[in-house]
Nanobody, 125 residues
Framework: VQLQASGGGLVQAGGSLRLSCAAS????????MGWFRQAPGKEREFVAA????????YYADSVKGRFTISRDNAKNTVYLQMNSLKPEDTAVYYC???????????????????WGQGTQVTVSS
């Protein structure tokens, strides 16, 4: 599976962005998917995950209620809708696929097999 993240940019605090992650390969719909982020000087951290069907989602406490993960298996795409953005949301955002599980299994980067190249999100105060 190859992943291509897009949709990042510069936005003011309180604004919104929608990230997309387009996947190649016929097995996309079989994988749980996740979004992660990494700010300068910090470790990569979990943001959100979604099961293969979209029926289950899981969020980091820091984004719960503001971010929404979704997927369209017909389009081989997973999304991250980000609302009420804060300066502390500034980071490079990565999408990832867990090739070993349909349901959400990992809440950290370890275990995700495939990674996109990342898209920069910058939130100004």
């Amino acid at each position: 599976v190859q992943l291509q993240a897009s949709g990042g940019g510069l936005v003011q605090a309180g604004g919104s962005l929608r990230l997309s992650c387009a996947a190649s390969g016929r097995t996309f719909s079989s994988y749980a998917m996740g979004w992660f982020r990494q700010a300068p000087g910090k470790e990569r951290e979990f943001v959100a995950a979604i099961s293969w069907s979209g029926g289950s989602t899981y969020y980091a406490d820091s984004v719960k209620g503001r971010f929404t993960i979704s997927r369209d298996n017909a389009k081989n795409t997973v999304y991250l809708q980000m609302n009420s953005l804060k300066p502390e949301d500034t980071a490079v955002y990565y999408c990832a696929a867990d090739g070993g599980h349909r349901e959400i299994y990992y809440s950290g980067p370890v275990g995700y097999d495939y990674w996109g190249q990342g898209t920069q999100v910058t939130v100004s105060s």
